[in-house]
């Protein structure tokens, strides 16, 4: 057998498929490119059929869905294909749903948020653990050197050097200076003075790496530094806990500079010292600014008479006290007894968080007990006379007490396990 269309061109065999494609009434007819219209015969055939239908008497019985259904037209072989749905459901540019524009009472309210805030810092990542948070939830690091050590040789301090602001900038003859990394090579911590710095030409800034805040993960670093330690300042694995960018040829610390490093053997109780004082220092900024208890600018501080140091007792407790703008932002301060002793547990026994139902939500708790040192505790008491109730509510009104509360949420979950 020989096929009948086998010298059929691609351009005419698509004219025949269109044909078919698109032709309502379609009649096999022989091939033909010129636009032909349909026999006379096959237009009496369809004047034939629709004579028939039209003479046909409409039973008694029959319903209206029968005549609908014998009405209604086939569909075209084209509408059982697939169409876009840019054509089936065009969204117009005026139907388009855009967000809503913020407007100046949610701009203040998440001004006043140190969560928020926290949560809206720029992204960045620990140089331990390759995770990416918010800055908000590092601590940064630096390289100093003692101004003290005049020798060219002197070991270069790998220190957290966000905690360490106060004492960088006391003094820079007589306390810790931070290095740049062209310094650390050689030696020198002279920096521009503010007679030869411009405004195109501002003081270059200690270049800082981030760890996540976590004391498991400094301990665990620790050990596994002081494991490999090689003389009395070099440690090889001190190398690897910096930056990319910082080593030759992309940055510029050395391989000697490198060979300088120096990590606390004490680094987790140091760090722990540090974020304590300095949620002792914060708590007593705050207590200075608003000095009136319960009566303060904006109801800052708010006493709760806790009776016990449970949960149950501890939301009982705040269910008598007023409602006051933004309180949702806020948190619980327990003091603890007066007992001059130490605490028997590290752990607190009162929960992260407690449902307030003054904004149906829920506010962290910090248990200043198990977070503060004794003797910190007892130089708050005394400081303020706030300090000495079982607790206190705790709301932001400004950036310092937003640091407050900041500062406070990085020191629980610095101890956490």
Not at 112 to 137: D, E, G, I, K, Y
């Amino acid at each position: 057998m020989v096929c009948l269309h086998n010298r059929l061109s691609y351009a005419s065999w698509r004219l025949r498929v269109f044909r078919q494609l698109f032709d309502i009434h379609h009649v096999s007819r022989p091939l033909s490119t010129s636009t032909q219209r349909r026999s006379a015969h096959d237009r009496s055939t369809d004047t034939t059929t629709t004579t028939t239908s039209n003479s046909t008497p409409q039973q008694p019985g029959q319903t209206q869905s029968t005549s609908n259904d014998a009405n209604r037209k086939p569909l075209r072989p084209s509408q059982l294909l697939p169409q876009s749905p840019l054509l089936t459901h065009p969204r117009l540019s005026k139907t388009k749903s855009h967000k809503r524009a913020a407007t100046p009472e949610d701009k203040d309210s998440l001004r006043l948020n140190p969560w928020a805030q926290a949560l809206a810092s720029p992204v960045r990542m620990c140089t331990l653990t390759n995770a990416r948070l918010p800055r908000a939830f590092f601590t940064e690091w630096g390289i100093v050197r003692r101004a003290s050590d005049s020798e060219p040789n002197a070991p270069l301090h790998i220190l957290p050097t966000g905690l360490l602001k106060d004492d960088l900038a006391a003094s820079q003859e007589q306390q810790q200076t931070a290095l740049f990394p062209e310094q650390a090579e050689s030696g020198t911590t002279q920096r521009p003075t503010p007679s030869t710095t411009t405004r195109n030409q501002q003081a270059p800034q200690s270049p800082v790496f981030r760890l996540a805040e976590r004391l498991p993960v400094l301990t665990s670093l620790t050990q596994a530094l002081n494991s490999g330690v090689d003389g009395e300042y070099r440690n090889p694995n001190l190398g690897r806990l910096l930056p990319n960018r910082w080593k030759q040829p992309y940055g510029p610390m050395s391989s000697r500079a490198a060979a300088r490093l120096s990590w606390r053997e004490d680094m987790p109780e140091f760090m722990v010292e540090r974020m304590r004082a300095q949620a002792a220092r914060t708590l007593q900024k705050a207590s200075r600014t608003y000095k009136k208890v319960d009566r303060g600018r904006d109801g800052v501080w708010r006493t709760v008479p806790l009776e016990a140091h449970s949960k149950s007792a501890l939301e009982t407790a705040l269910k008598d006290l007023p409602s006051v703008e933004r309180m949702e932002c806020g948190a619980v301060l327990v003091m603890g007894g007066h007992s001059t002793a130490a605490p028997a547990v590290e752990k607190s026994t009162l929960p992260d968080a407690v449902h307030l139902q003054q904004t149906q939500s829920r506010v962290p708790v910090f248990d200043l007990s198990v977070l503060l040192s004794e003797a910190e505790l007892e130089e708050l008491r005394r400081s303020d006379a706030r300090f000495q109730s079982p607790a206190l509510f705790f709301r932001p009104a400004d950036k310092t007490t937003m640091d407050t509360l900041l500062t406070l949420w990085k020191l629980k979950n610095f101890l956490r396990e």
